[in-house]
């Protein structure tokens, strides 16, 4: 194998297709519907990707971003409070079709810039540039099913229902300022995962980038400018603790989307005087098992399980973080799983074929040395040939074998490209696990015992989220619930549901006489209202 720190390029060996300027200066953020230009401190923005210089590997720089204060949040938490104003701002009360016109417009800006956007995905974060383009498609597909998912629901809402001498109609209305904050490892889909359905239902928003994968919302800045209402939407930049703190502790922040740890949100949550009136949407740790049982499959689990574990180097709350494999088949498993490993390509996120990458988070190496020395100081082993190799930013998959409950791969979320393999010999050690587990994502299981499977199905459905049936864990598509249980989620995802989560129902209702029905006939035919209205939305 090729030494990892022999894989990073020169500057001469990158492609022309993904060369960016020398130095990504940027000072703006979207405050009010205006770009304000920042004349503060920056915060620089570095690549996972080092370059072989003369002089060394040196680490790309590739930029900086404005490092705004309390203050600068505050003013975009103030612009977003005056563009809701109480639900009677020009946005929460603009009829649905237009506010999906200019959904429309946002995403005819943003697909001109997906070159733009999916190379700093893969100069920012690693991501290979097939996931890359991916990522950024998925988002588009996301958005327009989004829309979509709301005109049906309209539709549905233009009804009205009677029961018990009442008759009303039934829509959803908006529920004020969203604090909207999304993830590294899918900082463009994440993130307007939450950002859009928050925005369709009519609330205004603050978002903040992820830590990484911040220089690529740069090119959508005067789109998101041009296509809303000022104060709509407002973003800032900055550390979470000084900014997202301030936002949190002014209690005007009606709605929290977030992804990211379960201890970063209840922080967060906790610095809400009214947590009561603050709904939460929460994405957050996960420790995925795989169960493989004696008659499974094995090309199969082998397959699921490398794309799972290790799918983005693990960088996934989806991915498969703890393999429990029974102990009849572990040494023929291990034998399969380790030469996949193996064969997996590393190198730049934009050559073909490539499968491992530089890891964007600084550190990161050291803390995977870190688990895999714990096991290994309490008897595993490194069980593939190149596992745990690093240099720099690069750190080679380490399959380690037998992990125990003792040690620290088997319960915290390694979000990197370690995979535990844990051996088990009796059903209820597994349910064990899985009862005892702080975390409540999801988990695959691999069998052919239908009897069996179904024992285990009642057992974990009330333990996880979702159940996957010799495949890995995942969470499209989109149209199916996202959630989780214990330490891993709050509230439900999925192109309706979160639309539903981002609002409320509110009715019209009135006793069924004749003059109460004239009355609404008479509001709805000449249109005297936005809100109780048949309008159907095609």
Not at 9 to 21: D, H, K, M, Y
Not at 252 to 259: E, G, H, P, T
Request: charged residues 20%; glycine residues 8%.
């Amino acid at each position: 194998m090729t030494p990892l720190a022999d894989l990073f390029p020169t500057e001469a060996q990158l492609p022309s297709s993904v060369r960016l300027p020398a130095y990504l200066e940027q000072r703006e953020y979207l405050v009010g519907g205006e770009l304000k230009l920042w004349e503060g401190d920056l915060s620089p923005v570095r690549s996972p990707v080092f370059l072989r210089t003369p002089e060394g590997l040196q680490q790309r720089v590739l930029g900086a971003t404005p490092q705004l204060t309390s203050r600068e949040s505050l003013a975009a938490l103030a612009a977003a409070v005056k563009a809701y104003d109480s639900g009677r701002g020009v946005w929460p009360t603009m009829k649905v079709a237009e506010r999906i016109e200019a959904v429309e417009r946002f995403l005819g800006a943003m697909r001109a810039q997906r070159a733009t956007v999916v190379n700093l995905l893969m100069w920012e974060i690693g991501k290979t540039q097939p996931d890359s383009e991916k990522e950024f498609d998925r988002t588009v597909d996301l958005i327009v099913e989004t829309v979509r998912a709301l005109k049906e629901l309209d539709r549905t809402s233009s009804r009205f229902v009677q029961d018990q001498g009442i008759m009303a109609q039934i829509r959803r209305a908006p529920m004020g300022v969203a604090l909207c904050m999304g993830p590294y490892n899918y900082p463009l889909n994440e993130t307007f995962s939450t950002l859009f359905p928050a925005l369709l239902m009519g609330n205004t928003v603050v978002f903040k980038p992820a830590k990484f994968g911040v220089l690529l919302i740069r090119p959508l800045l005067e789109a998101f400018r041009d296509c809303f209402p000022p104060g709509v939407i407002n973003i800032i930049y900055g550390k979470g603790r000084e900014t997202v703190g301030a936002l949190m502790e002014s209690g005007q922040v009606d709605l929290f989307a977030f992804i990211g740890t379960n201890r970063g949100a209840s922080e967060l949550k906790r610095m809400h005087p009214r947590p009561h009136r603050l709904k939460s949407v929460l994405g957050l740790d996960a420790k995925n098992p795989a169960i493989i049982l004696e008659d499974a499959d094995l090309e199969n689990a082998v397959k699921e399980c490398i794309t799972g574990a290790l799918s983005f180097n693990g960088q996934r709350c989806t991915a498969l973080k703890l393999l429990v494999v029974h102990r009849s088949i572990a040494d023929v498993f291990l034998k399969k799983l380790t030469a996949a490993v193996d064969a997996l390509k590393p190198g730049m996120p934009w050559e073909p074929g490539v499968a491992i990458t530089p890891l964007p988070e600084p550190g990161k190496a050291d803390y995977l040395k870190g688990l895999v020395d714990d096991a290994v100081s309490k008897g595993a082993r490194v069980v593939n040939a190149t596992g745990g190799q690093s240099s720099h930013s690069f750190f080679a998959p380490a399959v380690v074998y037998p992990v125990t409950r003792d040690m620290r791969l088997s319960s915290e979320e390694q979000f990197g490209p370690v995979v535990p393999v844990m051996v088990f010999d009796r059903d209820e050690e597994v349910i064990q696990l899985v009862v005892e587990s702080q975390f409540g994502q999801q988990l695959s299981l691999f069998g052919q015992d239908s009897a069996r499977i179904g024992r285990f199905i009642d057992a974990f459905s009330n333990q996880v989220g979702r159940i996957n049936l010799n495949c890995q864990c995942q969470r499209g598509p989109d149209t199916f619930p996202f959630n989780g249980r214990k330490d891993s989620a709050e509230g439900t995802l999925s192109v309706a549901d979160a639309l539903r989560v981002f609002s409320i129902r509110t009715l019209v209702a009135t006793k069924t006489t004749p003059a109460n029905t004239h009355l609404v006939q008479s509001i709805l035919t000449r249109r005297e209202s936005d809100f109780l209205t048949t309008d159907f939305l095609f």
